[in-house]
């Protein structure tokens, strides 16, 4: 089995890992998917690729925050961490507003 891209830390951290693969994260149906790239976060707003072999093809790994080797379940609140060291927080319940996805802390090295 590979390496995966990112660690799973606490009840609602991850942590990207590998600078060539970006993080296509969802969050159950009802959620937007959310890019995590080696140095910053935002929406997502292409298609979401079909499956991790199609993800594979883009650079990308698809990440479902539901299954049960992520957190199992939906989250309201998560944290991600981004390789340069900066820590995003992401409030689903503030989805289109500017508090959605921002800086928790700045670590950059």
């Known amino acids: 089995m590979t390496e995966k891209p990112f660690l799973v ?17 969802t969050n159950g149906e009802d959620n ?3 890019i995590v790239t080696h140095k910053s ?5 292409g298609t979401i690729p ?7 093809q883009q650079d990308m790994e698809l ?4 299954v049960g ?3 199992g379940e939906e ?9 340069n060291g900066k820590e995003y927080k992401i ?4 989805h289109g507003t500017p508090l959605f996805i921002k800086i928790h802390q700045d670590n950059a090295f």
């Open 9 to 25: 830390s606490g009840r609602n951290t991850l942590i990207h890992k590998i600078r060539k693969l970006d993080l296509l994260v």
């Open 32 to 34: 937007p998917a959310i």
């Open 41 to 45: 976060i935002k929406e997502f707003t």
């Open 50 to 56: 079909e499956n991790k072999r199609e993800a594979k």
């Open 63 to 66: 990440v479902d925050v539901t």
């Open 69 to 71: 080797d992520v957190f």
């Open 75 to 83: 989250k309201t609140l998560m944290f991600v961490q981004t390789i």
């Open 91 to 94: 409030d689903y319940s503030k």
